[in-house]
């Protein structure tokens, strides 16, 4: 592909508002979190690691720039942001 080419590719992305979309994948670990309430069950869902799901929620929370869960000792649960999150995904879906 030609540098001109990639260039108004990037831009049409940018202009669809794609651009701008969460991770895909962060996106999925957080709903699977959400619904699940484990990050060890969202891990076994997703065939992958714990700390990889765990890493992909931080992913997600740096780039909406808000707290998604909060932690009580072992307990993990959404916060008042992360339920608003999870209601506005799973109505997307």
């Known amino acids: 592909m030609k540098k001109t080419e990639q260039s108004a ?3 049409g992305w940018a202009e669809s508002g794609l651009a701008n979309d969460p ?4 996106v999925r670990a957080f709903e699977a979190i959400a619904r699940l309430g484990s990050i060890t069950l969202a891990a076994q869902e ?13 992913v997600l929370e740096g780039y909406l720039q808000i707290p998604l869960t909060e932690r009580q000792g ?5 916060s008042l942001q992360g339920r608003e999150y999870y ?4 109505a997307g879906v």
């Open 74 to 78: 072992r307990r993990l649960t959404l």
């Open 87 to 90: 209601r506005s995904i799973r």
């Open 46 to 58: 997703l065939a992958i690691s714990p700390s990889a799901v765990s890493h992909q929620l931080k």
């Open 9 to 11: 590719e990037r831009e």
């Open 23 to 26: 991770p895909l994948r962060a």
